[in-house]
């Protein structure tokens, strides 16, 4: 079975410009995470789904970052426009739903570097 | 305030020696799981276990156990006859049962084992 697919693995852009980065979740995970690991850090959550409902962004920056996740699939998170602060490894997440009862299962992440 | 402190950044040990990285958790909350996970170089986190906090049975997994302690809130992790392999960064966390599957991270604890 697949794991979580993430896309790109690296990204370098100047601020200002925009980003986006794209996540597969493992199939028939209806529970998808959007985390962000800054350097030396433990993961942050932005925003959590359930199928296509964003039910917990209250920890993603909403006036430069957005997120979707069209038919509760796969999903897109952007950033426009990127600050220097946003360099961070950006981690997709799923779970088969009942986070109660399952464990998180991580993709291998995107790196931006903002420069 | 939730929080996971992970009081150790840095351990090296050499090989077959055995480690332990300590896992401290502050909640008021009396339903909460308790995560170990694994980073390594590749940057997914690999989960190792899942702990609810009404089961405080320790757990043996072949060179790796657990030492779960609500007494000191504490959720230790100890590997046994170390290996080259282990070498990564480790993460304790927390998720409480009424706020959704948000996992809270400690700061990791970076592990190196030497030959």
Redesign the interface.
């Known amino acids: 079975e697949a ?2 697919v993430q896309s790109p693995r690296y990204k370098i852009i100047e601020k200002k410009q925009p980003v986006a980065f794209w996540c597969n979740p493992i199939s028939g995970h209806n ?1 998808l ?1 959007w ?1 962000r690991q800054n350097l ?6 932005l925003i ?1 789904y359930e199928n296509e409902e964003a ?2 962004d209250s920890q993603l920056p909403k006036d430069r970052f957005s997120a979707e996740r069209l038919k509760g699939v796969d999903s897109t998170l952007k950033i426009q426009p990127a600050e220097l602060g946003d360099s961070a ?1 950006y ?1 997709c ?1 799923s ?1 088969p739903g009942g ?2 009862d399952t ?7 995107t ?1 931006l570097t903002v420069v | 305030a939730q929080k996971v402190t992970q009081a150790q950044t840095e351990i090296s040990v050499v090989e077959k020696e055995d480690v332990t990285l300590d896992c401290v958790y502050e909640t008021r909350d009396t339903t909460y799981y308790l995560f170990w996970y694994k980073q390594p170089p590749s940057g997914e986190l690999v989960f190792l276990i899942r702990r609810n906090s009404f089961d405080e049975q320790n757990e043996i997994s072949g060179r790796y156990s657990w030492n779960f302690q609500k007494s000191t809130s504490s959720f230790n992790f100890t590997i046994t006859a170390s290996q080259v392999v282990d070498s990564a960064v480790y993460f304790c966390a927390l998720l409480l049962y009424n706020q959704g599957g948000k996992l809270i991270f400690g700061q990791g604890t970076e592990l190196s084992v030497k030959p």
Not at chain 1, 40 to 45: A, R
Not at chain 1, 103 to 109: L, Y
């Open positions: 794991g979580v529970t995470y985390y030396g850090q433990g993961p942050e959550l959590r039910v917990d490894v981690l997440a779970s986070y109660r464990e998180a299962f991580f993709g291998q992440g790196r």
